[in-house]
């Protein structure tokens, strides 16, 4: 990949005294070179800023970028790492590190919404802005410092957590997966209702109700369907994890 960081790589004058040189040069764990790579990784499109070229600037080419490179690097540790895990399996637990849960977890604690430039009030972002910024912040170490550093943030903050693959192997990624699986096994009924929300947040919400052999097994509300349904599952995983552990 160094023929495509050269090809990227460009450097421009920049304020070693600034607050937000400062912050990032601490989150990265180097000096930057090029701050405005940093800049570009938490500038929103709301803005509609472009360059004088009238290519648009935002986060979300860093972002795709950032993408791909988890990817290959969490895949070429488990490649290393678990030399007995054949296709299906390495690709389990890749998709268990990079989940949108845990980079949105990894975001959160790096605290980059805090660097966020919007027209948008952030509180009007959803949970998967952190993760979103995480991989744009990917993306921008690896274009202003080259692959070796960009893995190397990766492992510190990313990989630490999954260390174990033992543990790893034992993460429930999806409570909606296991729920529906241990339904369909052991042929019980269930079905998501969506209903009306009736909540005065600044950002909707949709509420689910989760029904388990025609009862109410569940119920919860998150900022979209996806999650609200997550969270029920989640919630009647629990009510029935000693029957759903002995199948």
């Known amino acids: 990949m160094k023929w495509l960081w050269n090809i990227l790589h460009k450097k421009s004058p920049i304020n070693s005294s600034g607050i937000f040189y400062s912050a990032i040069s601490k989150t990265i764990g180097y000096a930057p070179n090029n701050l405005s790579l940093f800049e570009t990784a938490f500038t929103h499109r709301s803005l509609n800023e472009t360059s004088v070229d009238g290519e648009p600037i935002n986060y979300e080419r860093l972002e795709f970028l950032g993408d791909a490179l988890l990817g290959s690097v969490i895949a070429a540790y488990l490649y290393l790492n678990a030399p007995k895990g054949d296709e299906g399996y390495l690709t389990q637990m890749r998709s268990k590190i990079v989940s949108r849960s845990h980079l949105n977890s990894v ?14 009030n952030v509180k009007h972002f959803g949970d998967n802005i952190n993760g979103n910024l995480l991989e744009a912040l990917v993306g921008a170490i ?28 034992n993460k429930i990624s999806s409570y909606k997966s296991l729920f529906i699986e241990f339904c369909q096994k052991n042929k019980h009924s269930f079905h998501f ?8 947040d600044a950002i909707k919400h949709f509420y689910i109700k989760l029904y388990f052999n025609d009862q109410i ?3 919860a509300r998150a900022t979209s369907k996806k999650k609200a349904e997550e969270k029920a599952a989640q919630r009647a995983y629990f009510a029935l994890q000693n029957e759903i552990q002995t199948h």
């Open 142 to 169: 690896y274009v202003d410092a080259g692959f070796t550093i960009c893995e190397q943030f990766i492992y510190k903050n990313i990989l630490i957590d999954f260390k174990d693959l033992e543990y790893l192997e």
């Open 107 to 120: 975001g959160r604690k790096l605290q980059l919404i805090e660097h966020i430039r919007s027209k948008a």
């Open 217 to 219: 097994i569940a119920r």
């Open 193 to 200: 209702e969506n209903c009306e929300d009736n909540g005065k």
